[in-house]
Nanobody, 130 residues
C-alpha cells in the first residue's frame, strides 16, 4: 500500500521558519518525482514545489521562490520542505504528492501538460500568525 505521511506543521509567526517532512512507504523513491502543494481556506489547491527522483531538478511556485527549499533523502524515503521567512499568506494545509511523471506535478492543473496525481498525503496544517 502506497502511503505518504506529512509532519512538521504547526503555528508560527511571520518571519519564522518551519520544515515539513513527508515519509513515503510502499513505493520505490527512484521511480517517483515528489512534490508539495497547499490549500488555503476558501482557495483552490496550488503547486508549491517539486523535486525529481534524484534530487537534481527542483521547481517552485512563484509565491515561494527564494523562500522555500525542497529536498529529498531517498535512503530515508523522505522529502522535505524548508520554509523560511513565512508570511500570513502561507497559511494553508500542505500536501505531499508523488507521481512517476514530474510534469504532472510541476504543471498541476494544466489541462495539456498535467493529469491526475498518483499519490497524495493527508496534509499538515501550517498557520502563520502576525
Amino acid at each position: 500500500q502506497v502511503q505518504l505521511v506529512e509532519s512538521g506543521g504547526g503555528l508560527v509567526h511571520t518571519g519564522d521558519s518551519l520544515r515539513l517532512s513527508c515519509a513515503a512507504s510502499g513505493l520505490t523513491p527512484s521511480y517517483y518525482a515528489m512534490g508539495w502543494f497547499r490549500q488555503a481556506p476558501g482557495k483552490e489547491r496550488e503547486f508549491v514545489s517539486a523535486v525529481s527522483w534524484g534530487g537534481g531538478s527542483t521547481y517552485y511556485g512563484d509565491a515561494v521562490k527564494g523562500r522555500f527549499t525542497i529536498s529529498r533523502d531517498n535512503a530515508k524515503n523522505t522529502v522535505y520542505l524548508k520554509m523560511n521567512t513565512l508570511k500570513t499568506e502561507d497559511t494553508a494545509v500542505y500536501y505531499c504528492a508523488a507521481d512517476s511523471n514530474m510534469d504532472t506535478l510541476r504543471y498541476y492543473k494544466n489541462d495539456y501538460l498535467s493529469g491526475p496525481i498518483e499519490v497524495w498525503g493527508q496534509g499538515t496544517l501550517v498557520t502563520v500568525s502576525s
